[in-house]
């Protein structure tokens, strides 16, 4: 079964710093990956994900992140943060070789912007 | 608007009783996806269906069940045999083309037994 590590559960930054979120997963076979947000009290909203191609992602509210296979790594940057990105972030991945769609979380990672 | 519905936003129950929580979507989505969220613990998935009528168990099913006798509604019980059962629950849905992986959560309930 594919795992996903979220190495920081909380992540302060102040704001308009770079910041950098780490997401690294299991397995070596082919994989999708997609980070997403939570606000407070709210569902989920997919950022961005990771399917095949460029290795350099881009998202919504000037995330990217970029796929690294052979460090099984899917790291999260802006490099500019707002007040506003204050949130929960999710890195999950999906065995595209399955047949289900099902996606495996991490724990998450708290980001907390401060003026 | 497309989106997923799920009512109500917060539900309280006593132990030992049932729960059903609702998930509605217009989405036009084949595919529907229970989820736990715990402080701390990310989302563990419960149940999932990705057809009418079928449905396949998550990494922690037991205690609950769920029914999909509609494409656009996926309702999960919370029964009386979950140990733990307050938490927040998220609902999700994605097509099946080529967006399957793709998936749109609904805004949650949270649910509190006491």
């Known amino acids: 079964a594919q795992s996903v590590t979220q190495l920081d559960s909380q992540v302060p930054v102040f704001e308009e710093a770079p910041v950098e979120l780490r997401c690294n997963y299991s397995s070596s076979v082919s994989v999708y990956l997609f980070w997403y947000v939570q606000y407070p009290n709210q569902g989920l909203q997919l950022l961005l994900k990771y399917l095949s191609g460029s290795t350099l992602v881009k998202g919504i509210n000037g995330f990217e992140a970029e796929f690294n296979k052979s460090q099984t790594s899917f790291h999260l940057r802006k490099p500019s943060v707002h007040i506003s990105d204050t949130a929960e972030y999710f890195c999950a991945v999906s065995d595209p070789n399955s047949g289900y769609s099902t996606l495996t979380f991490g724990k998450g990672t708290m980001l907390l912007v401060s003026p | 608007d497309g989106g997923i519905t799920q009512s109500p936003k917060y539900l309280f129950r006593k132990e030992g009783q049932n729960v059903t929580l609702s998930c509605e979507q217009n989405l036009n989505h084949d595919a529907m996806y229970w989820y736990r969220q715990d402080p701390g613990q990310g989302l563990r998935l419960i149940y999932y269906?990705?057809?009418?009528?079928?449905?396949q168990k998550g990494d922690i099913a037991e205690g609950y069940s769920v029914s999909r006798e509609k494409k656009e509604s996926f309702p999960l019980t919370v029964t009386s045999a979950q140990k733990n059962p307050t938490a927040f629950y998220l609902c999700?849905?994605?097509?099946?083309?080529?967006?399957?992986?793709?998936?749109?959560f609904g805004p949650g309930t949270r649910l509190t037994v006491t």
């Open positions: 269906s990705q057809i009418v009528n079928d449905f």
């Open positions: 999700a849905s994605s097509s099946m083309g080529e967006d399957f992986y793709e998936q749109y």
